[in-house]
């Protein structure tokens, strides 16, 4: 009864948010804009052994914009809950972590035109999980929400972009500054290592039909620690991919295709840290087609097609580490709909299949899911 009461409470104070803006006002010169968006999202899954896992999150957003100035923030209300064969029933349901992002830009100023940006992770979240609640932290690849809570955490990050002709060239450097927390009762002042990424693209636009991109994202992890004695530093990650858009006066179509490969991970042994004999982690290869139908100017039509592989990761299929191949489709049809100015809704329904091969947690079987998800939004418009 309470779950259904706070969200009962929280869903009131929402539609009152986002029917109140968005809206604007002037300070002397220029305007400040100030935006909500809200909505539901569910996610549902089972398997073949009895498996079951369900989870929904209502996020809140709030955005404001003064001059070059930006400053957004996120939050939201989660309920997770998992069945295991033999296990009893575990849920959980509370706020999740704040996201606040600040970003200024620098434009016509300079040859290359730069975004700072200042991040933070607010610990509003879970923490301090009991062990055995530990399952419900599922896979990226069954539900949305994986972290239910971590620490304090500030990524500062800047990015330069520049034009010339048809061509648009942007890089980006970021550095994830992320604090120690209780991460289960078990482990307890656990500190993640820090994060530094480095992000390229290349566009292509030869007229107003068509659109071409290039993209890199290249990712190093600092070592994990608890009680400051570290004892885990993950593998280097890698990412590239290409992408085509055509686009027509009524429609829209676009494709990309990614590889995703991760280094060798390190862990402690007798005091020293040693890279992995095998690699654990196998390379990801995903591709996606999607398209927009424009109905009439207030109502578009979407769909999207995607499909993801994960190659066997090094070790072999009798190891403890291994985990054999996985293969992913998941189709997503949505509609969005302008309401008044001030509103716009969506609706998106979308389902996949999934197989596993064995791994260390089903060493003896292959295992299927299947799973659905349904999103419902509400965002101003300007």
Same mark, same amino acid.
């Given at each position: 009864m309470k779950v @259904? $009461?706070?969200i009962t409470v929280l869903l009131i104070v929402l539609i009152i948010i986002t029917l109140l803006t968005p809206f604007t006002f002037t300070c002397g010169a220029a305007e400040i804009k100030i935006r909500t968006s809200? !909505?539901?999202h569910l996610d549902w899954w089972d398997s073949p052994n009895n498996e079951k896992g369900l989870q929904y999150y209502i996020p809140v957003? @709030?955005?404001? =914009? /003064?001059d070059e100035l930006s400053m957004g923030i996120l939050t939201g209300y989660a309920y997770t809950t998992r069945d295991l064969p033999g296990q009893d029933r575990r849920s959980i349901s509370d706020i999740l972590d704040t996201k606040l992002n600040l970003g200024y830009s620098i434009t016509d100023l300079l040859?290359?035109?730069?975004?700072? !940006?200042?991040?933070? =992770?607010?610990p509003t979240g879970r923490t301090d999980l009991k062990d055995k609640d530990l399952s419900l932290i599922m896979d990226p690849d069954l539900v949305a929400i994986t972290s239910l809570g971590e620490g304090f955490n500030i990524n500062p990050t800047i990015s330069f972009a520049k034009q010339w002709n048809d061509w648009l060239f942007g890089i980006g450097f970021g550095y994830v500054f992320r604090g120690e927390y209780d991460y289960s009762k078990s482990m307890h002042d656990y500190d993640p290592g820090?994060?530094?990424s480095f992000v390229t693209q290349v566009h292509y636009i030869p007229s107003? =039909?068509?659109?071409f991109k290039l993209f890199t994202n290249f990712t190093t992890y600092g070592k994990d620690e608890i009680k400051g004695d570290s004892f885990y530093k993950e593998g280097d990650y890698f990412q590239v991919g290409a992408g085509c858009k055509y686009t027509r006066s009524f429609w829209d179509i676009e494709g990309t295709v990614e590889a995703i490969i991760r280094g060798k991970s390190k862990f402690k042994e007798k005091q020293r840290f040693k890279k992995e004999n095998d690699n654990s982690h196998g390379d990801e290869w995903i591709g996606r087609v999607k398209g927009h139908y424009y109905l009439n100017p207030k109502t578009t039509i979407s769909s999207a097609l995607a499909f993801l592989i994960i190659t066997e990761n090094d070790y072999p299929s009798n190891s403890m580490y291994y985990w054999g191949q996985r293969r992913k489709v998941s189709l997503d049809i949505g509609i969005s709909r302008i309401f008044c100015p001030k509103l716009t809704g969506q609706i998106n329904i979308s389902g996949f299949f999934m197989h596993d091969k064995e791994t260390w947690y089903h060493p003896d079987s292959h295992q299927? /899911?299947? !799973?659905?998800?349904?999103?419902? $939004?509400?965002? !101003? =418009?300007?």
């Open positions: @259904i $009461k706070d809200t !909505g539901f957003k @709030i955005e404001a =914009n /003064y040859p290359v035109d730069i975004l700072v !940006g200042l991040d933070f =992770n607010l820090n994060i530094f107003e =039909n068509w659109h299927s /899911y299947r !799973g659905i998800s349904l999103e419902f $939004k509400f965002i !101003g =418009n300007f």
